[in-house]
């Protein structure tokens, strides 16, 4: 079955530190699609990227850059220099035809507190 | 272009009631999925429906139920509400339900059960 691990619960920087959030995923699919999600206070999930499973190259959009590595099953997301409006629970996310459909596993969460 | 929208976005209830939310995906998008997260249990996939159809289905007990209409819009349906039920309920939608699709989310239904 597919799962999602992330083993940080909470996290919590001084403004400007650069941030590494885990994500370690199972999955029997050769083929996958792997996501990030953020999660402000208001509750709204809001998409931050999408990567498929033969695509290793590492990503970055200006303070995030995303570390996919098939070898490990991670998919970790860092934020340099963070600020404060990137306090937010940030979730990884897993999908494949293991579940068919579009249907995402989520996993637990990691609550990034960004303090001034 | 609009985002997913969800109605209401607040709602209180009481235990044995039953609960319909709505949800209206992105424009053009036909593949709509619900999402029940509560603090002990994370976010779980409760159905997706593409083209009026249930595609998928989560391990939810049958008073969860939901259904599609031609112009995409999903309701969600729970019946005899449980303490448990408490919960933010999202909908996402994309543009074919398949797994390589981003999945866009709307606000939510915060619902409480009392």
């Known amino acids: 079955a597919q799962k999602v691990t992330q083993a940080q619960t909470e996290i919590s920087v001084v403004e400007k530190e650069d941030v590494t959030l885990d994500c370690v995923y199972e999955t029997r699919d050769t083929t996958y699609y792997l996501f990030w999600y953020k999660q402000p206070p208001s509750g709204e999930l809001v998409f931050l990227i999408r990567?498929?499973?033969?695509?290793?190259q590492n990503e970055i959009s200006g303070r995030y850059s995303w570390n996919f590595q098939k070898s490990t099953s991670s998919f970790n997301f860092t934020i340099t220099a963070s600020q404060v409006v990137d306090s937010a629970v940030y979730f990884c996310a897993l999908s494949g035809k293991e579940t068919s459909g579009s249907r995402l596993t989520f996993g637990e969460g990691t609550q990034l507190t960004v303090n001034p | 272009k609009a985002g997913v929208t969800q109605t209401p976005r607040y709602l209180i209830k009481t235990r044995g009631q039953q609960v319909t939310l709505s949800c209206s995906p992105i424009s053009g998008h036909r593949s709509v999925s619900w999402y029940q997260q509560t603090p002990g249990q994370g976010l779980q996939f409760l159905f997706e429906?593409?083209?009026?159809?249930?595609?998928n289905k989560g391990n939810f007990p049958g008073r969860f139920s939901g259904r599609q209409f031609s112009n995409s819009r999903s309701e969600m349906n729970v019946s005899t509400l449980e303490l448990g039920d408490s919960a933010l309920y999202l909908c996402?939608?994309?543009?074919?339900?398949?797994?390589?699709?981003?999945?866009?989310f709307g606000p939510g239904t915060r619902l409480l059960v009392l």
């Open positions: 990567r498929n499973s033969f695509d290793e």
């Open positions: 996402a939608s994309s543009l074919g339900g398949v797994s390589q699709e981003t999945q866009y």
């Open positions: 429906y593409f083209s009026e159809t249930q595609r």
